[in-house]
Every structure is written in C-alpha cells, then in structure tokens.
C-alpha cells in the first residue's frame, strides 16, 4: 500500500505513541509539536541537532541525533516522509514489527479531523498565503490550529495548536500529499509544471489538483485564483460538484479584485474591492494577491473584514520568503526559498519595486542555488532567464537533495541561460559564493540568496565579507 493513502487517516486519539523519522524538518517537527500539545507521547530522531528538537524536548518529546532501529522504542505508529529511504534502519524496524507506518500528510490529516480544515495548495505562494491565513485569523480571535511549511517571522513557529475550530493547514502537492485531506476549504493559488521528477509530465500534474478540488468536502468552498487558467478551469470543476467558489486576483472578473497596487518599501497597499484599503509589511504584487486569497477565506468562514485587514498589516512574514537577514557596507541581504522561475521572478521583480521606492541606482545581486537535477534540467533555460531580472547573477551547483547527480547537469546549465545584459558567474565551489557576491556588490545594492537548499546559510557570510570581517 502506498504511503499516501487517504485510508490511512485515523483519529490523532488513536495512534498511540507516535515515532518521528526526521523530526527536525520544518514539517515533521510542526506535526509532532500540535500532538505534543494534544498530549500524545512523541519521540523522533533526526540526522542532525537542531534548534527545532531542542524546542521539541523541552515540550516533552524524546529526541535523538542520529538513525538507530533502538529509537523507534515502543512506539505504536512511525511517521516519515517521502524523503526518508526504505533502508533507514528505523523505517525497517517499524516494518518488521508490523507497526502503523504513515506518511507526514496521513498524520497531519489525523490532526484535522473534527475540524473545519482550510487547505491552502498551489505550485507558489502556499507558505506565505497559509501564514498570512493564519495571522488574521488570530487577529480575529479565531485561535486556529495551524502547520505551515515554514516559520512565521514573529514567533519562529511553523505550526501549533490553538483553541479554536480552524485547522489552517498548507498542501503539498510535491509527492500528492495533499489527496489525504477533506478540507472545508480548499485554496489553489496557481497551477504550473514541477515537481515532473515526480509527474513526468504537466498534465498529471493538473490530474493531481482535480482530485484535490475533488475532495472539497460536500458544501465546501473553493478559493481560487482568477488569474491562473487552471485554477480557473479547476473552479469551473467545483462548481459542477455544487461547491461554493470564490475568486480572488486582479483580473476584471475575479470576486474579489485587487486594484491599484502601490509599493511602499518593505510593504504596498492596495485595495480589494468590497474590503477596502488593505496595507503589508511584505513586499511584492504577488502577495497583495495571496492577501486577497486570505480575504475570500475568511468570509467563507465566517469572520469578519476588519480584524484580517488588521492581521494582513501585522503580517510580518514568513522565514525565507524575501527574509531580511541584514545590511553591512550599505548592502542589504535577503534570503529567499525561491527554487521554480516563476518564484525567482516574483521575488526579483519584488526586489527591483523596492530598490525603486528607496531610490537612488542600488542594483540586485542574485545568488541562486538550483534545487535538484531534474527541476534544473527541466528548468535551466526558464531560470537563466529569470536570473536577467538581476544585474549579476552568481550561480551555485546544484544541490541535489534527495536525488543522485546526473552526467552534465551542473549549475552551468544556469549560468550559461543568463541574458547578455546580466553578469553571470558560475561558482561550483559553494563556500566561495559569498565572497564573489560581496564583490559584485556595493553600497545601495541588494543581495538576495535564492534557492531551497543550503543557500539559506550564506546570507551571514555575505554580510561578514561586505563588513570586511
């Protein structure tokens, strides 16, 4: 039986002591906290400490640094994910003793039963529309349960329990995960190739997000965005089923329209008609139209517009998602999990508004770490030309993650996309990233780390060369 089976989903009451392979990933660790708080025994291993497992063992969860078959005790029901590997010695150990294996998603749908589940799924946008979600609803006194799929700015939280009837969850649609789930609410933020080393193909892709809308519980809603053509054919799909569909976007046609979009700085405002002027503390057009996806959610469930207006302007972001790390030399340093083009070139096209607002001739330096073979092989020409948004381009290897390099595909593919009227250098030898960008970068530019892997940790480094430590 496959991992990823919606049979799988069982009540949290019911899984007994639950074992966590991987804990410490951003996901993983947010599940096993809202048990924690549900007061289920948890215990997890990762192959490196971290702060997370420190959080975690001060709730309560028995934590271990390294794989070992011992640590998976006496456990009732083992957790994993699609990266852990059938030979991990505690993923064996669970099978030979028979123990309920379930994948991230079947334990998170486990956590959502008996609530009114809002899914936010999309090829982009999820993490910032899931964590946007939730900060309005607490603005409203909602106190939703939520696990996102990565960290609020303000707490440093990715999920945790709350008191309230909401259960805000993201949906990864990456391995198929997010079949497992019956929303209340279902969103789609945009429908585009990826994940292919998984799907083979973009219309499997599109196959996957129907049986997604299709799980909309009975008298559910859908939100989805009038400005993507499949988000619009899936709306179409929903209302066949006689869900309730809203639409947000910019388009003339969508239910909540989002008009004269203004930056200002690190923020914009704007207005979503029917909700009046709405202003962020986050930069870029394609988060004024994540809040508007916000909005049409929290009327479908009731809440009014005041408080989210009030939630969206408090939003502080999420970590790694145009993240702020510093300025030193006049040069500030971002930090983006950008990894498909079309994130680079909202996250680029973002920063070039704000260098805009502060004025003067401050240009972008891009440092960008492809994320797996197959996405750069897929990819390599789309990303090479997101990168001419910037003015220099320093390209990394790849970081291959869960996948085995493959002959010729290396970051040159990248570098050598990049347009004529940008600079690009390719720098297959990672810890020399930092000081070739501090090069290239001078006072009133900015330097944005962009990629899914282990880019995230060269923004400090950037910011010790540019201050010439």
Partial sequence: MSLIDPRDVVPAGDLGRVHFIAIGGAGMSGIARIMLRRGLTVSGSDARDSELLAQLGDLGAKVFVGHDAAHVGDADTV??????????????????????????????????AGRRAVAVAGTHGKTTTTSMLTVALQHADADPSYCIGGQLVTTGLGADEGTGDVFVAEADESDGSFLMYTPHVAVVTNVEADHLDNYGGFDRVKENFAKFVDRVEPGGTLVACADDPVAMELAGRARARGLTVRTYGEGEGADLRVTGFTPRGLGSRFEIEGSGEITLGVPGRHNAINAAAVVAVT????????????????????????????????????????????ELTADLEATRDYLGEKGGDGRIVAVFQPHLYSRTRFFAAEFGAALGLADTAVVLDVYGAREDPEPGVTGALVADAVPAGTRSVYVPVRDEAPGVAASHARPGDVVITLGAGDVTELGPLVLERLAGA
Avoid at 86 to 112: F, I, K, Q, T, Y
């Fill in 79 to 112: 957790v994993v994910s699609t990266a852990i590997r059938d030979a991990n010695p505690e993923l064996v150990a669970a099978r030979e003793r028979g123990l309920r294996v379930l994948h991230r998603s079947a334990a998170l749908a486990s956590l959502m």
């Fill in 299 to 342: 009327r479908a469930l009731g809440v009014d517009d005041a408080p989210v207006r009030a939630g969206l302007a408090a939003f502080g972001g999420a970590m790694r998602r145009l993240e702020r790390k510093g300025e030193a030399g006049g040069v500030e340093v971002f930090d983006s999990y950008a990894h498909h083009p079309t």
